[in-house]
Nanobody, 124 residues
Framework: QVQLVESGGGLVQPGGSLRLSCAAS????????IGWFRQAPGKEREGVTC????????YYADSVKGRFTISRDSANNTVHLQMNSLKPEDTGAYYC?????????????????WGQGTRVTVSS
């Protein structure tokens, strides 16, 4: 069973950038489709992006298209989320998740394994 650990969160000013990482242990991340989700206080968890295991296709929520990029670092068994042009509405806890399923997987119910999350705050 894969274990996931997120890192890279923090406080950043609007317009700034952060890179989140999702590191795996006990299994190889290339076998899984990986998604990033976020949850703002008082709101439901929402899908941000995913990268598919079979063909490395990527999918993004409309709210982050053109600003966020998901990528695999197979050598380090890690998936990164590069976040640019950050906005206050990007604030929240960010989680990575893994599944053996494939496709445009931006629904939390599609995922079986979750990390503990890392917090991102975008504020001046």
């Amino acid at each position: 069973q894969v274990q996931l650990v997120e890192s890279g969160g923090g406080l950043v000013q609007p317009g700034g950038s952060l890179r989140l990482s999702c590191a795996a242990s006990r299994s190889t991340l290339d076998y899984y489709s990986i998604g990033w989700f976020r949850q703002a206080p008082g709101k439901e968890r929402e899908g941000v992006t995913c990268i598919v295991s079979s063909d490395r296709s990527t999918y993004y929520a409309d709210s982050v298209k053109g600003r966020f990029t998901i990528s695999r670092d197979s050598a380090n068994n890690t998936v990164h989320l590069q976040m640019n042009s950050l906005k206050p509405e990007d604030t929240g806890a960010y989680y990575c998740a893994a599944t053996f399923a494939t496709g445009a997987l931006l629904n939390p119910h599609d995922y079986d394994y979750w990390g503990q999350g890392t917090r991102v705050t975008v504020s001046s």
